[in-house]
């Protein structure tokens, strides 16, 4: 990375203040694609709280023509267009960036691939006459010490004239054909065309077939002799032609371990904190956060482009079904089960999550009802996170570390209810972690005790629920705590604008809370906690409170964690029943319906689950790190229970429906 390149990442002067506010848009202007994106606008206004890059749905990435249809050019029209002017072109896409940074930035990508690429054409007559190619191939040399050249990266030749040499895959980009060439997510240069900043040398992204160092492959005594006692006899070889290849064959099956570097592989070797070597992607400010999101949605788009084309695999149908049709006389299998579905095995998808459901559900037919609703929201004032952020830098432009603070914290939590039994020792509990709308993830965790130490009197929710404000002349460390994370933010007539305000101009968290001398049983609820009235309320956040604000907590847990976390006791099966469905929900997703009288038109599950789901950048950095985003314990195994001849049968596409129904294997199921 060029040295001016890198001071502006992790230096701290004015300068680099002002380009780590505005990285975003800095690169934006310099990224020879355009972004084709839906993302909450209102979470990106400066002046509107903390700045979060929330996607829904796709994120795509378009290069333009060379020539502007409307004259005023942008992305990678600013290297060819009206070249004599870019300082001016570029200045006029956004007032607020520092010109002298601009000059800067200009100079630096003077060298790279594309830029050079794109500048060498601005010499060739009539260009609307040649074939222009970007190369996407995954073959260029990814070695630091051996970058891309202007050569390597694009190409032209003369329409008439086209040969072999043309690179497939390739991007054509055309003069003035008025429609914009999608880059695929695959590409080797998607992610160098998008983010010049990020890659100035023009270095290729990930792409298929990068390979691993470890190319050797180690074998056990295990393994050996596994392999070994696969090889056929003496008397069962027909041919000794057939040996040395029988012999092969078996003695490869060792070597199908998979040597190149998957997606997930290479976005989690590129986001890793190195001390030895400062990595510049992490400090890049706003447009880590967009780089982010943007991995994360490939990732998942590659994922559910494997289940979208190899919907055969995943073909089923009830054998009830099958048969009605034999019986209607048809034979053709090829249209049955045709509905594109998403698999439950997809993490976060919605049959995953009514799977999760109702396994919980059945946790509580086992053992009894649930008794403790626990919720810890990330603090991103967390100690562990600001002594690993540079001077200058801002938290929510660190997702990195605030999803790996927080997911610590969260196993932590674990061990305090699983082994050090806190509560009491459990019989089984799950939790699931959420992501607010700016993004800090929450975790939910639902605990059922064993039959010791279940909590059945107002007494015992006492011993581990407090809903009152601390004395701070007797422990002021913990009213500190109380006063700065366990107050609901005051709502109803004291600030009828609040979030938590619904229409009817109540608040749907039932704030404030009614005042009480004990804790009772409440009806159809959680429990009425134990509020006092006190004789002088506290100013929290400009207005009067009391013990009716107040968030219910467990003190031990609140000091140890130092962060908004919320202890509920259970008490009723339809509080029950609404935890259950709420901490199961899934993705944050927009609400859409479609209506069409069709009955043959296929439904898309994937399409709808893509173009709905909501994405931040803590999220992605969970998901492509793998850490688990649900877990519950004991484990619950699903029994697939059906009617007779009810089965789910799996087809494919070759198949008629006689060699369906005549398969010995069809009427053997999991039960049977």
Same mark, same amino acid.
């Given at each position: 990375m060029p040295t001016d390149l890198q001071n502006f990442f992790l230096g701290d002067s004015k300068e680099c203040q002002?380009?780590?506010?505005?990285? %975003?848009?800095?690169?934006?202007?310099?990224?020879?694609?355009?972004?084709g994106v839906h993302y909450d606008r209102e979470l990106t206004k400066r002046n509107h709280g903390i700045y979060t890059f929330r996607v829904q749905g796709q994120m795509y990435h378009f290069i333009d023509d060379l020539i502007p249809s409307t004259g005023k050019a942008k992305n990678l029209q600013l290297y060819f267009y009206d070249n004599e002017n870019e300082l001016t072109n570029r200045m006029t896409l956004s007032y607020n960036l520092n010109e002298l940074i601009i000059t800067k930035l200009m100079d630096m990508l003077k060298f790279n691939p594309y830029s050079t690429f794109l500048r060498s054409l601005t010499v #060739?007559?009539?260009?609307?006459?040649?074939?222009?190619?970007?190369?996407?191939?995954?073959?260029?040399?990814?070695?630091?010490?051996?970058?891309?050249?202007?050569?390597e990266v694009g190409a032209i030749w003369i329409e008439d004239q086209l040969n072999d040499k043309i690179p497939t895959p390739h991007i054509r980009i055309y003069t003035h054909s008025n429609k914009s060439q999608l880059v695929n997510y695959y590409y080797g240069c998607y992610d160098p065309l998008q983010y010049p900043l990020l890659f100035p040398y023009g270095q290729n992204g990930w792409h298929c077939g990068i390979k691993k160092f470890n190319k050797t492959y180690t074998y056990s005594k295990t393994t050996k002799a596994s392999e070994y006692d696969q090889l056929p006899g003496v008397?069962?070889?027909?041919?000794?032609? %057939?040996?040395?290849?029988?012999?092969?064959? #078996?003695?490869s099956k060792g070597l199908r371990k998979r040597n190149t570097v998957s997606c997930r592989e290479y976005y989690c070797y590129k986001f890793q904190i190195r001390d030895e070597e400062p990595n510049e992607t992490l400090y890049s400010g706003r447009v880590f956060q967009q780089y982010r999101v943007d991995q994360y949605i490939k990732l998942e788009t590659q994922r559910l482009d494997f289940v979208s084309f190899n919907q055969d695999l995943f073909r089923v149908e009830a054998f009830q079904g099958i048969i009605d049709l034999l019986r209607q006389g048809e034979r053709d299998a090829s249209n049955i089960g045709r509905q594109k579905f998403l698999l439950g095995s997809f993490i976060g998808g919605p049959r995953d999550m009514r799977r999760r459901y109702m396994d919980?559900?059945?946790?509580?037919?086992?053992?009894?009802?649930?008794?403790?609703?626990?919720?810890m929201t990330c603090n991103s004032c967390w100690p562990e996170i600001h002594e690993h952020l540079h001077p200058m830098e801002e938290v929510q432009n660190r997702p990195d570390l605030v999803s790996r603070v927080f997911k610590a914290k969260v196993e932590e939590l674990k061990t305090d209810i699983q082994k050090t039994n806190i509560f009491g020792k459990i019989a089984a509990f799950m939790y699931t972690i959420e992501f607010q709308k700016r993004g800090l993830p929450h975790a939910h965790f639902l605990i059922i005790l064993m039959d010791r130490y279940k909590l059945l009197t107002p007494q015992s929710y006492d011993k581990i629920v407090c809903a009152e404000l601390p004395d701070p002349h007797i422990d002021h460390h913990l009213y500190k705590l109380v006063t700065k994370h366990m107050i609901h933010a005051p709502c109803g007539y004291l600030n009828p604008s609040n979030s938590c305000m619904q229409k009817d101009g109540k608040c749907k968290f039932k704030y404030p809370k009614q005042l009480t001398e004990q804790t009772t049983k409440g009806k159809n609820s959680y429990p009425l906690y134990k509020r006092p009235k006190i004789i002088r309320p506290i100013k929290v956040r400009g207005h009067n409170i009391d013990n009716s604000w107040t968030v219910p907590y467990n003190p031990f847990l609140l000091k140890k964690f130092g962060c908004h976390i919320n202890v509920e006791i259970c008490s009723d099966i339809?509080?029950?029943?609404?935890?259950?469905?709420?901490?199961?929900?899934?993705?944050?997703?927009?609400?859409?319906? #479609?209506?069409n009288n069709d009955t043959n038109v296929e439904i898309d599950e994937i399409k709808e689950y893509q173009s709905a789901r909501w994405v931040s950048p803590p999220e992605s950095v969970l998901r492509l790190f793998a850490f688990s985003i649900s877990e519950m314990t004991p484990s619950i195994c699903q029994l697939q229970l059906h009617l007779d001849v009810q089965q789910f049968v799996s087809l494919k596409n070759n198949q008629t429906i006689d060699q369906i129904i005549n398969n010995p294997m069809i009427k053997k199921t999991m039960l049977t």
């Open positions: 002002h380009f780590h506010t505005y990285s %975003r848009a800095y690169n934006n202007m310099f990224s020879f694609t355009s972004l #060739v007559p009539n260009l609307s006459q040649f074939y222009i190619a970007l190369n996407s191939s995954s073959n260029l040399d990814q070695r630091t010490y051996n970058l891309p050249t202007a050569s008397n069962n070889i027909t041919s000794i032609d %057939r040996l040395p290849h029988i012999e092969s064959t #078996v003695l919980a559900i059945a946790l509580v037919q086992h053992f009894g009802k649930l008794d403790i609703f626990l919720t339809k509080v029950i029943k609404y935890i259950y469905k709420y901490i199961c929900k899934g993705h944050d997703k927009i609400a859409f319906s #479609v209506h």
